[in-house]
């Protein structure tokens, strides 16, 4: 094998490198000769064998569930402003350096083209529009956030958008209320995901700084509850969390909602892991900045959210993506304990009678589903990342 | 002395406000909490809350049941439940709060169904459960009256050639965990001193998707359980289902322990199920027979004198109100697994007694 | 410290020193009220439900057949032991897991780093899908997916290479012991004991004492037991469809192995090719100044001196291996969380035996942790 001194020149002519040396050419001939009759099989299988009526037969149960139908218009609104919004944070952490130039942007050309071209596929005119509608939002808040002051109010933004996400998706105050039980696939996969992230940040803060205090205490509990969770299998945190905490409340107390406990333990297991991670980031902070600050007179508090916190957070952008990454995937094991999240209505829908044996379609569908959200938040926190660092 | 402990304490707000504030946000949450708990506390061991008032309370009664399997307790895509298991459910949800579909069904993988009524997470619990001494004993589970008399049976391909217990010695066989039936295996394979290869499932899908596809040669279930899956899998009758039985397999609907008004109200529901159909009394003709009828056993059964549900907690009508609103056990066993459903399982043991069957509901008095 | 604060002329509330202790109090005494009233809530809980504590649900019988064991077991066996073969099963798994973890780790992190695009892209392309999916859907596609197609065993596939692949699981020849196993082992390790005693007193001799020892103890064996020292035992399928003999691996440990290995492999792929990176450019011009092949300067140069950066990472994804056999829970592998649940049910101690899964996944972190620190620090020593 070759290797390239890492990681300076590799020639744009990629075809002539296939066989530069004997070796390479022996190895690039047995790896031609291994994986070539794979795709092979794997496309006659995908174009003549596979049925994929499945995936559309099903489509409402992979994206929401058993979400009663007449409601549905309330996650299309929710959807229409999560795009909007989403559209504004991107727009607005990219605006300072970028004047809005939609024609010379390439994700928002892309994005038209997407629209586009949805537009003339053969659909209903309602699949049209609900996959059309929120491209174009995305592009309008992307617009709206470069061109007007909103960097400051993104998170009052956030907060509300995502209480009135709340309300669209479970009701009450004037909606007719839908039981957690009834949500499922993508929505409850996201929800999940989402509520836990958000709960599990302040939680893993506080313990990571816990981790680091002088105060003996603290730090043991800190450090106690970091290890305990990040040694423990997630399915058996997920057990305790839906089996024990029940136990654990006093015997009149109603008991809390299944889809409550579990996003809690998920939420306590990643915030275990995400005080590490944010350890790491406050390790690698120099001593000098705590000491300016110190030296300024600075409140302690003061000291740790306006210098070092943000530092930190800085520095392991790309490990809190990760831990996002990992959360997400890890809401599968919901499925275990009977939530109909992606991968639960999955079996489901491979147990009726009519899609038996359709495995192979429905679980490269959905794990082309998760692919794709974690290529999404990996791609989002490296961008975030350059704009960081370019700012600095 | 106290102006400047204050002052010192408003300088210290002062200076360190959202540290303070937080403090104090946390330690009056703390307290009021404590003091919640108190409250419920204080009023705790002289009379618990009662699960009726829980459920009434809360408007909506949360039923433990499987949701996948046909004729039991199975869920459409559009969320609709169906089955025998569903039907006790929508009974007692009758009785308790007038309203078939005040029912919140929420689905149990084996492992869950008992820590779950342990913990009192659901109200009830109607998943095929098996009655045996230590589930009552040990697991804490107060069983109602036994809606199906069942027995373990083993499901094999008719071209495996298999066709007895003998002839699965050294074969696979799949099972769910935490069944009756897993148990029941060892036993009755040790008994007879066949040897054979478990491969044990958590969810009930993956050990039928798993004989489906060939990793075993047999699964084994309840009988009924066996036929109404046997109806989901791709070609049923490729399948044949012994005709030994291995075991007694009682199913039963069941609550938690230690509260026995709520215990009551689901015996005496799913015993006015059984005793509607010995009067030959159906949700079509409630209402006719509780007008015209002179029979005292049926006016007191039906509400129409006495006040037979008072003492549970219910109103006096209310096996009425359940047989107008589910049917008697005739009919939901008939449009569930019987004759008006594709599953045509005969009904055998599960007849009234009067017709040779084990069905027996103490009297209405 | 209390008491000189106490004595203090300076207000306690602006002592600097009073703060922290009375927060760390506070403390300590919000989460001693919070743990008495947790369990005071749990005993009257399981009390209501009339569920009894303790450990002695652990001796009686378990009742229950388990699919696959490494050491015995029988369902008149006690709940112990059961807890005992489903570790032994977690054991195993993670054991070869991490090997072949960490062998494709390995190979696919220089593959990434190969000049040859072809292997590049499909590195690439390997790591960029097994991150980014969950690792219970890959278990349930090797599993539903995977072995469904293989060559169902009731069509008797023929053997490839003496093994058998069906969808019952793999076969492989495997060495039996034979008769005179016993003797081999005694002669063999006298004629290596009488070597080194050879060597140590005749050092520099030639020609190789304790080669010859060696072969006269071989021969030896040969002639007096009339047999080989192991027999190989090729396995075959019966009349009735079973597999039988050699090295069987279920499909149940074959899926949760090969999707364990691959998805923590990709993971390991992107720590070794990061550690690979972080060696200098100049040791790999170093390398090829003294005229090493590139796969040697690999190997003895670049690698060596990157494991001091792979290693911790390397360790976290070990762990991650060890808590992800409790996904086999879905796949019908019974390891120790599985034989867990299964008591549960069997017994209704949830409590306890949660107590005993957390006691026994923290230690075997924590050797696992304790072995590669170990080897951690053996690199660094070797490395100044």
């Not at chain 1, 959905?366 to 938040?377: D, K, T, V």
């Not at chain 3, 202790?21 to 809530?41: D, E, K, S, Y």
């Not at chain 3, 489903?86 to 220089?110: C, E, H, K, P, Q």
């Not at chain 3, 080669?211 to 080989?228: D, R, W």
Request: hydrophobic letters at 50%; charged letters at 15%.
């Amino acid at each position: 094998m070759s290797l390239d001194p890492p990681p300076l020149c590799r020639s744009p002519r990629w075809t002539q490198k296939l066989f530069d040396t004997p070796l390479n050419s022996l190895l690039s001939v047995v790896f031609l000769m291994a994986i070539v009759p794979g795709i092979t099989a794997v496309l006659i299988w995908a174009t003549t064998q596979a049925q994929w009526s499945v995936l559309a037969a099903n489509v409402k149960l992979f994206l929401v569930g058993r979400y009663p139908v007449e409601w549905l218009w309330r996650l299309r609104i929710a959807v229409a402003l999560l795009a909007l919004v989403g559209g504004m944070a991107w727009g607005s952490v990219q605006r300072p350096q970028q004047p809005w130039q939609p024609l010379r942007n390439r994700s928002f050309l892309i994005g038209v083209a997407v629209a586009v071209g949805i537009a003339v596929m053969p659909m209903v005119l309602v699949a049209k529009l609900s996959l059309m509608l929120p491209i174009l939002l995305v592009l309008l808040g992307d617009g709206l956030g470069r061109n007007l002051p909103l960097l400051r109010w993104l998170p009052l933004l956030g907060v509300v958008s995502g209480a009135s996400l709340l309300w669209l998706i479970r009701g009450g105050l004037g909606l007719q209320q839908v039981a957690t039980a009834n949500w499922g696939g993508l929505l409850l996969t996201l929800f999940t995901a989402a509520v836990s992230l958000v709960l599990s940040f302040p939680l893993g803060v506080l313990l990571a700084f816990g981790r680091q205090s002088s105060l003996p205490v603290l730090r043991l509990t800190s450090t106690i509850y970091i290890e305990v969770l990040r040694g423990l299998p997630l399915i058996g945190v997920l057990f305790m969390a839906l089996v024990m905490l029940p136990l654990l409340l006093p015997p009149d107390w109603t008991r809390p909602d299944p889809l409550i406990a579990a996003t809690l333990g998920l939420a306590m297991t990643a915030a275990a892991y995400l005080a590490e991670v944010v350890r790491g980031g406050l390790q690698a902070i120099p001593r000098g900045q705590l000491e300016a600050a110190r030296a300024l007179g600075l409140h302690p508090v003061l000291t740790i959210a306006l210098v070092l916190l943000p530092q930190a957070l800085r520095l392991v952008l790309p490990a809190l993506a990760g831990e996002a990454i990992t959360l997400f995937k890890t809401t599968t094991l919901l499925s275990v304990f009977g939530f109909m999240e992606l991968l639960g209505i999955s079996s489901s829908v491979l147990a009726n009678p009519d899609f038996i044996g359709r495995h192979a379609e429905v679980y490269l569908f959905i794990g082309a589903i998760y692919w794709a959200f974690c290529y999404l938040i990996s791609r989002v926190s490296q961008s975030l990342e350059n704009r960081l660092l370019d700012s600095r | 002395m106290l102006k400047k402990v204050t002052h010192l304490l408003r300088c210290k707000i002062s200076r360190s406000s959202p540290l303070v504030a937080g403090a104090i946000v946390m330690l009056s949450g703390v307290m009021s909490c404590a003091a919640a708990n108190q409250q419920q506390t204080s009023t705790a061991p002289s009379s618990p809350i009662r699960q009726l008032d829980r459920v009434k309370q809360r408007g909506q009664l949360i039923c433990g049941t499987s949701g996948k399997v046909p004729g039991f307790s199975f869920v459409d895509p559009q969320g609709q439940y169906s089955g025998l298991d569903v039907d006790i459910c929508r009974a007692v949800a009758v009785a308790v709060l007038n309203d078939s579909n005040k029912v919140e069904f929420r689905q149990l993988g084996a492992t869950q169904r008992f820590t779950s009524i342990q913990t009192g997470s659901i109200d009830v619990i109607s998943q095929m459960v098996t009655v045996t001494i230590s589930r009552q004993a040990a697991v804490g589970v107060a069983f109602g009256p036994i809606v199906l008399y069942d027995g373990q049976g083993i499901m094999v391909k008719q071209r495996s050639g298999i066709t007895d217990l003998a002839s699965l010695s050294g074969k696979s066989i799949c099972v769910q965990t935490g069944s009756t039936t897993e148990l029941n295996l060892a036993d009755q394979f040790r008994k007879r001193n066949i040897p054979y290869q478990p491969v044990v499932f958590e969810s009930r899908d993956a050990t039928f998707t798993a004989y489906e596809q060939g990793r075993c040669d047999a699964v084994t279930t309840d009988r009924s359980g066996l036929v109404a899956q046997r109806s989901k899998l791709a070609n049923p009758t490729e399948h044949v289902i012994f005709a030994d039985v291995l075991s007694k397999e009682p199913l039963a609907p069941g609550v938690k322990g230690g509260d026995h008004q709520w215990h009551s109200i689901l015996t005496w529901t799913v015993n006015a199920l059984i005793q509607a159909e010995e009067y030959g009394i159906t949700s079509q003709n409630v209402d006719q027979i509780a007008a015209s009828s002179q029979d005292p056993d049926v006016r007191r059964f039906l509400g129409v004198e006495g006040n037979i549900g008072d003492g549970l907690g219910l109103s006096h009508d209310f096996a009425r109100r359940v047989i107008k609103q589910v049917g008697n056990y005739a009919e939901i066993y008939d449009r569930n697994l019987g004759a008006d459903s594709p599953l045509q399982i005969e009904r055998g043991p599960n007849q009234l007694w009067t017709k040779g069957g084990l069905l027996y509901s103490p009297p209405f008095r | 410290m209390l008491i000189r604060i106490l004595f203090n002329r300076l207000p306690l509330l602006r002592d600097v020193r009073f703060w922290p202790i009375a927060g760390q109090a506070g403390l300590v005494l919000l989460l001693v009220g919070v743990g008495t009233l947790l369990g005071r809530n749990l005993t009257q809980n399981l009390h209501q439900a009339g569920i009894p504590i303790g450990f002695d649900f652990l001796s009686a019988p378990a009742s229950f057949a388990i699919g696959e064991y490494l050491i015995p077991y029988s369902p008149s066996d006690s709940i112990a032991q059961a807890l005992l073969v489903g570790l032994a099963n977690t054991l195993r798994v993670t054991i070869i897991g991490i090997i072949f973890a960490t062998l494709v780790g390995f190979m696919i992190g220089i593959a990434r780093l190969s000049a040859n695009p072809l292997l590049h892209q499909a590195a690439t392309l390997y790591i960029e899908i097994c991150r980014n999916t969950p690792l219970l859907l890959q278990l349930l596609f090797w599993y539903f997916v995977g072995f469904a197609q293989l060559p169902h065993i009731e069509t008797q596939p023929s053997a490839i290479a003496g093994s058998y692949i069906t969808n019952r699981g793999i076969a492989i020849p495997w060495f039996t012991l034979t008769s005179g196993s016993v003797t081999w082992l005694l002669l063999l390790s006298l004629g290596l004991l009488a070597g080194i005693g050879l060597r140590r007193f005749r050092q520099g001799d030639r020609p190789q004492w304790w080669v010859a020892t060696i072969a006269i103890a071989i021969l030896l064996a040969a002639v007096l037991t009339q047999t080989g020292p192991l027999a190989i035992d090729l396995p075959r399928i019966s009349d009735t469809n079973q597999l039988e003999g050699g090295l069987q691996f279920s499909p149940e440990f074959t899926s949760l192995l090969v999707g364990l290995t691959l998805f923590i492999g990709s993971f390991i792929a992107e720590i070794v090719r990061a550690g690979i990176q972080s060696v200098p450019q100049g040791q790999w011009e170093a390398a090829q100044a003294l005229g090493l092949k590139s796969p040697i300067a690999l190997l003895t140069v670049i690698v060596p001196q990157a494991l001091p950066a792979i290693v911790p990472p390397l360790t976290n994804q070990y762990l991650n291996l060890l808590k992800g056999t409790s996904l086999a829970i879905a796949i019908g592998y019974p390891d120790l969380y599985f034989v867990a649940n299964t008591t549960f049910n069997r017994a209704g101690r949830a409590v306890e035996t949660m107590l005993i899964l957390i006691i026994t996944y923290l230690s075997t972190n924590l050797s696992i942790s304790l072995l590669m620190n170990a080897f951690n620090r053996s690199l660094q020593i070797h490395d100044r």
